[in-house]
């Protein structure tokens, strides 16, 4: 039977390197933890590493809970949480709570049953009063990705989001849109009402307002961006640009004007928000501003890890990720293809 000594002369460390990969006790370099997994991998040695986490109180596991599996944002975000879990020998469990505040209150009380080691918390609302009780006698960490929670007392990691709405407004105003419609949040999500903020800001610094009746509610589906597309085509008035609070909302207005025979960029705008991997690949490619979605993972992840092992103490941590702005041919005719091309 391979013993942990086998394991320690073969990667040529000490035992108490082995043991320290395999209980994660104190911080070794991503190097030698491979070199000692791929060894204990090699020689097939398989520990009761839940007896030790048992009685250590630690299970290298990790939950991760996101709103809405559907929409790739979200994708991209869980995988380098897992990415960065992996490289440090910690598995993550992927709860999807559907916007829905019920379902996430149970996964974080499922979460805590399994004795997580910590938490990355994306909320699906504004509200967190409905599990910071929960989250208040949290043995671990908690940190929040994507959005603030001011309320929970939480390492944070977010997007410039305001940014991000005034650099789309500079753009097409630059392109000369003054008529211009918003799909907006479907609920209050603060982040999102960020971008619409920013937005605002500079289109009122260009004398530019967005009428009330250009202004429709999204939802969380492609169907209802294509809902709110046809609303704002169809009015008697129709706006000469569209911004979207995210790209499912603006690939769900570009359907609704290729049905309506509005031709995308010479007759309408659209402007989207996250760069999701599909939008570079629609006809016309969808102009966007390019949220950080693999670095906020990432970055929520290490700071969560610090904490667990104790290598991250003291005050929150609060992360502010840059954006920037994407222009492809939704919006700019220079970029978009010739109609002769389909
Ligand atoms: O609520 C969904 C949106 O929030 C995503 O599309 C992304 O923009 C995230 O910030």
Redesign the pocket.
């Known amino acids: 039977m391979t013993t942990i000594n086998d394991v320690a002369r073969r990667a040529g460390v000490s035992a108490a390197t082995v043991s320290r990969v395999m209980n994660d006790t104190k911080p070794v370099s991503p190097e030698l933890r491979q070199r000692v997994l791929r060894v204990m991998d090699e020689m097939d040695y398989r520990p009761n590493l839940l007896a030790g986490s048992l009685r250590r109180r630690v299970t290298h596991t990790i939950g991760l809970i996101v709103?809405?599996t559907t929409?790739p944002?979200?994708g991209e975000l869980a995988k380098s949480v897992e990415d960065v879990g992996f490289q440090n020998g910690y598995n993550v469990i992927l709860c999807n709570s559907d916007y829905n505040l019920e379902r996430e209150r149970s996964y974080i009380m499922v979460l805590k049953a399994k004795q997580v080691d910590g938490l990355i918390f994306i909320p699906g609302s504004s509200r967190t009063d409905h599990v910071s009780d929960l989250l208040e006698s949290w043995q671990g960490s908690v940190v929040t990705a994507?959005?603030l929670t001011p309320e929970l007392k939480a390492d944070s990691v977010v997007?410039n989001?305001r940014a991000g709405g005034r650099m789309a407004a500079l753009h097409l105003l630059g392109l000369g849109h003054r008529y211009i419609g918003c799909i907006e949040?479907p609920e209050h999500?603060a982040?999102?009402e960020d971008r619409l903020t920013g937005f605002r800001e500079i289109l009122r610094q260009g004398s530019v307002e967005v009428p009330k009746e250009l202004c429709v509610r999204g939802g969380?589906r492609l169907e209802d961006g294509v809902r709110a597309g046809r609303a704002l085509l169809t009015l008697p008035d129709r706006p000469t640009a569209i911004f979207a609070?995210?790209?499912?909302m603006a690939i769900g207005a570009l359907q609704a004007a290729k049905e309506l025979h509005v031709r995308v960029p010479d007759d309408l705008a659209i402007v989207g928000?996250?760069d999701i991997p599909m939008a570079s690949y629609l006809t016309p490619a969808l102009t966007t501003i390019r949220?950080p979605k693999y670095r906020i993972g990432a970055l929520a992840a290490e700071i969560l890890l610090g904490r667990v092992r104790g290598e991250i103490e003291g005050p929150q941590h609060h992360e502010v990720l840059e954006v920037e702005l994407i222009v492809r041919g939704s919006s700019d005719p220079s970029f978009a293809p010739k109609y002769a091309d389909y």
């Open positions: 709103p809405d929409n944002f979200f994507d959005r997007a989001n949040r999500l982040h999102i969380f609070y995210n790209d499912i928000f996250d949220l």
